[in-house]
Structures are given as C-alpha cells and as structure tokens.
C-alpha cells in the first residue's frame, strides 16, 4: 500500500453538509485482484466522524463545522488475504465566514515607502505615512502593528493612523555611528469577530540627508 502520509484542507465554517472539501489517494502495488481499496477515518475521541471518504477517494462531510484545527487519521485497506493497510493524517482547517459587517483582507497601498529625514529634524517629528485600505465598521478595526528589529529605537508609529515620527535618538549623517538608510518593516492587522487575523506587510525606507552639504536624494 502506497499513500501520502498527510493530507490538509482548509474551508469556511458556512461549508454545507455533504460538500467536497478535498480528496485522498492510496494505490495497491500488488494489483488486481488485491486493488479494491476502503477507507476508514478515525476523528479525536474515537466519536462519530464528520467527514468520510467515498469510493472515488472524495473527502465529503456529514455536517456543518465551527471554527478551528482538527486531526483525523484515515486508514485505506486493500481486498487482499490478509488485507494491508496504510494510515495518513488528515487536517482539517475551518476558519470563520465573514459577516458583511466585517472588512475584507487589509491591503497596503503601496508594498514599500520611501521617506526623507533631515538630520538636524527635532525629535517626535512626522516624518510621513503609510496607507492602507480602511473600514469604518465596528465590528473590526484597522491597526498596524510596528515592527523594526533594527530600527525600533529610532522611530516610533501611531498605530491608529500609520504615522511613522523618529524618537529618542538626535541623527547625524556624519557620524559613523549612524546610517544613512533605515529600514523600518510594517505590518498591517485586521481583528475583527473573525477568529483568524490577516495581516499584510510593507517596508518603509527612511534616507538620512545631511543639511550641511545640502545632498539631493531622489525616491
């Protein structure tokens, strides 16, 4: 017997009963007259199962789901005398259904943002924004989440609107101890009723200019 070790599917909880949701494969090298192959799937706990497996190899379900992560094990056994048998793990994903109430995936608008710095700017100064799309709905909100493993001391997001300002630490462009370019990652977070958050990422560039000799930069 031959199968793959692991199968996973993932669908919404508003999935109706006796839906497809996926399929699994097993193969009898032995051949005729030995190829007849069954399938048996065993839920946690030992209960009823809400899945099965037809004679087609489709994986359909009895009933409907509530959001979460479930493992099944599913056995496949031959005709042969003695019958062989071979086991895989199914898992089984089934996320939230969105309301129309809630927002589709976040988005940013731009996949990188370039922004320029004076070095001699005070500190807690905006130095600019980034955008996503927004819903108003109050049933989920828009918040983004900063995230700069180099960067973090440097600057700072309001994580309402998206301003990104600088903090704590005065620049100077001829300073070996500073550079010139700062990458700031940002990402983008979406919580709502929904139980699983989606998130988009973007990268913010941050160019240090030096005011003493006045350097043009092109973004």
Known sequence: ????????????????????????????????PYNCISYSITPPGNGTSPISVTEEDDITTSTTFTPGVTMYEVVATD??????????????TVIA???????????????????????????????GFVAANRNTSIMATNSFLYSAPQSEVL??????????????????????N???TFSVIV?????????????????????????NEHSQSLL
Not at 81 to 91: F, L, W
Not at 157 to 176: K, L, V
């Open 155 to 176: 600057f700072q997001m309001d994580t309402s609107t998206g301003e990104i300002s600088n903090q704590e630490r005065p620049f100077d462009f001829d300073s070996g």
């Open 79 to 92: 005709s042969g005398v003695p019958p062989q048998s071979t086991n895989a793990t199914i898992e089984i």
């Open 1 to 32: 017997m031959v199968s793959s070790g692991s199968y996973e599917f993932t669908f919404t909880e508003d999935q109706t009963a006796d839906s497809l949701i996926g399929y699994v494969s097993a193969v009898d090298i032995d051949g005729n």
């Open 187 to 211: 990402k983008l977070s979406i919580i709502g009723s929904i139980e699983v958050q989606s998130q988009d990422t973007s990268l913010a560039t941050v160019y240090l200019r030096n005011v």
């Open 97 to 127: 259904a969105r309301t129309p109430d809630e927002p589709e995936n976040p988005i940013f608008q731009q996949t990188e943002y370039h922004f320029l710095l004076r070095e001699d700017v005070t500190l807690h100064t905006e130095i």
């Open 178 to 180: 500073t550079n010139c």
